[in-house]
């Protein structure tokens, strides 16, 4: 698929491309992120914490694709949420991504240390204002967690990103955002893998004559203000991974995935670090 045949998304006034790439556990990236962006991806999503922002730093140079065509997004690790260490790990992430500013900066996790709520909602606006960032929003908060630092953050958040994929239940969360206008990112959107032996999905892929997880990620899309952010260091799965506006799920396939999650189905849930989850 071509980059500008990717659908966008918008809200609260950022807008972004409905499919990203995600880039952890891939270390130095570089070639990858250049052969995602060859393949299409606009929208890359990075954190302090992967140890991937110099290499997507490279890949964008390498690729020869223009950064003001890039939606790029970086996050600020937990143990960096008081004002002064945000904007330290502000200014390393950009060093590493060779660029002024980020399209998205998140705060990856919500403190652990007691740090006030609104001196990290406090950093985050400033680095906006310093025009470091075009858009802010934070990641791994619940429901509640949101509410507040949405009441606190002097500049308009605009997403939220979390686990999703069809073994884990999103629907409180989701209707959260829907109702206050915060677009999706789901990471984690093929689970990591784990669904690739799912009975379910191979069936309705097969009917569709689609993959697994095309199907996993359409699923995901369809849902209207969700992006999701697969990972692949394999050019075909990049690709196969874009190709999801093709076609669509039925309201019974859509409620047949809706079905499969689980009880157990969430990946990411550090002890002593997540929050009570919605
Ligand atoms: N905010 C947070 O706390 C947080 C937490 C976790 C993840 N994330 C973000 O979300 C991104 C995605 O999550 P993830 O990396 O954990 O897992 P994921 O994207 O759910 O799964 C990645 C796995 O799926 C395979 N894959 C990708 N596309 C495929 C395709 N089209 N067909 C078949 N297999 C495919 C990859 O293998 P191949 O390499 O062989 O294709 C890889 O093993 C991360 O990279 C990161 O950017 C954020």
């Given at each position: 698929m071509t980059a500008a045949a990717i659908p966008t998304l918008s809200s609260r006034g950022v807008k972004m491309p409905a499919v990203g790439f995600g880039t952890s556990q891939?270390?130095?990236?570089a070639e990858i992120v250049a052969s995602a962006l060859k393949v299409g991806y606009r929208h890359i999503d990075t954190a302090w914490?992967?140890?991937?922002e110099q290499g997507v730093g490279d890949g964008i140079k390498r690729s020869?694709?223009?950064?003001?065509?890039i939606f790029l997004v970086t996050k600020v690790s937990?143990?960096?949420?008081k004002e002064d260490a945000f904007a330290k790990s502000v200014e390393e992430s950009l060093e590493r991504l060779q660029t002024?500013?980020?399209d998205l900066l998140l705060v990856h996790w919500p403190a652990i240390?007691?740090?006030p709520l609104a001196e990290t909602m406090g950093a985050l606006a400033k680095a906006r204002r310093e025009g470091k960032t075009r858009h802010v929003g934070v990641a791994n908060f619940n429901i509640a967690l949101t509410e507040e630092a949405m009441k606190l953050c002097p500049e308009p958040l605009s997403v939220l990103q979390a686990e999703y994929h069809p073994y884990l239940d999103q629907t409180k969360l989701l209707a959260y955002c829907r109702k206050v206008g915060l677009l999706f990112m789901a990471y984690c959107p093929l689970g990591r893998g784990r669904l690739f032996n799912d009975p379910v999905l191979a069936e309705i892929a097969q009917a569709k004559g689609k993959t697994l997880a095309q199907v996993a990620l359409r699923w995901l899309v369809q849902q209207g203000n969700v992006a999701p952010i697969p990972r692949s260091s394999n050019p075909r799965h990049m690709a196969e991974s874009l190709e999801v506006f093709d076609f669509t799920l039925t309201e019974d396939e859509m409620k047949r995935i809706h079905e499969l999650a689980r009880p157990d189905g969430r990946i990411a849930d550090p002890k002593g670090r997540a929050p009570k989850w919605d």
């Open positions: 891939l270390g130095d990236c914490k992967y140890g991937s020869g694709v223009p950064r003001k065509d937990h143990e960096y949420l002024d500013y980020v240390d007691g740090t």
